[in-house]
T-cell receptor, first 111, second 111 residues
Framework: DTEVTQTPKHLVMGMTNKKSLKCEQH?????MYWYKQKAKKPPELMFV???????INESVPSRFSPECPNSSLLNLHLHALQPEDSALYLC??????????FGPGTRLLVL | SQKIEQNSEALNIQEGKTATLTCNYT??????LQWYRQDPGRGPVFLLL?????KEKRKERLKVTFDTTLKQSLFHITASQPADSATYLC??????????FGAGTRLFVKA
């Protein structure tokens, strides 16, 4: 298995909802990432896990809560989001600190 | 802070011609630089990585150059095809699992 999968593909949520995004990879990669991407903008790093431990949090608001249950799974828990949080959320993994392999993304719309 | 600039937001070329995309950066000396392709609504796909001690790297119709003195990378697609139409992102590794992406250049190849 040489891909990163993300579910759901699309998500619409209200500002009071709680939802989770899921990411999975079975390539044995030691690092996993969450990025946020707005239209016509570059991906912006949110979190990095290395060996299942959170190693980078780019000052992301606490309404985004990452979790790495095991070496293959990465979750992003969402709570009390704002409309400006609507974006494409990308998960990536890498065997080292070099090339990253991205999933297809989750398109999130916050109403 | 580290800044990456890609030469133009959009580039239109005729099929069969060579597309040349530019990436300039400031305030850093990266160990390597990467190029990714991104299609609308999808995650970036890794294309090429070039290290600071490499002047040029090739892969099929793709060629990347890296000039650490000019702080610039050029990305070439020879014999371009309509299927090459996409956004191409330059990405700079800044250390500690952090990669900064440029805003990208949207390439349109006309048949």
């Amino acid at each position: 298995d040489t891909e990163v999968t993300q579910t759901p593909k699309h998500l619409v949520m209200g500002m009071t909802n709680k939802k989770s995004l899921k990411c999975e990879q079975h390539m044995g990669h030691r690092a996993m990432y969450w990025y946020k991407q707005k239209a016509k903008k570059p991906p912006e790093l949110m979190f990095v896990y290395s060996y299942e431990k959170l190693s980078i949090n780019e000052s992301v608001p606490s309404r985004f809560s990452p979790e790495c249950p095991n070496s293959s799974l990465l979750n992003l828990h969402l709570h009390a989001l704002q409309p400006e949080d609507s974006a494409l959320y990308l998960c990536a993994s890498s065997p080292s600190d070099e090339t990253q392999y991205f999933g297809p993304g989750t398109r999130l719309l916050v109403l | 802070s580290q800044k990456i600039e890609q030469n133009s937001e959009a580039l239109n070329i005729q099929e069969g011609k060579t597309a040349t995309l530019t990436c300039n950066y400031t305030n850093y000396s990266p160990a390597y630089l990467q190029w990714y392709r991104q299609d609308p609504g999808r995650g970036p796909v890794f294309l090429l990585l070039i290290r600071e001690n490499e002047k040029e790297k090739r892969k099929e119709r793709l060629k990347v150059t890296f000039d650490t003195t000019l702080k610039q990378s050029l990305f070439h697609i020879t014999a371009s095809q309509p299927a090459d139409s996409a956004t191409y992102l330059c990405a700079l590794y800044t250390g500690g699992f952090k990669t900064i992406f440029g805003a990208g250049t949207r390439l349109f190849v006309k048949a």
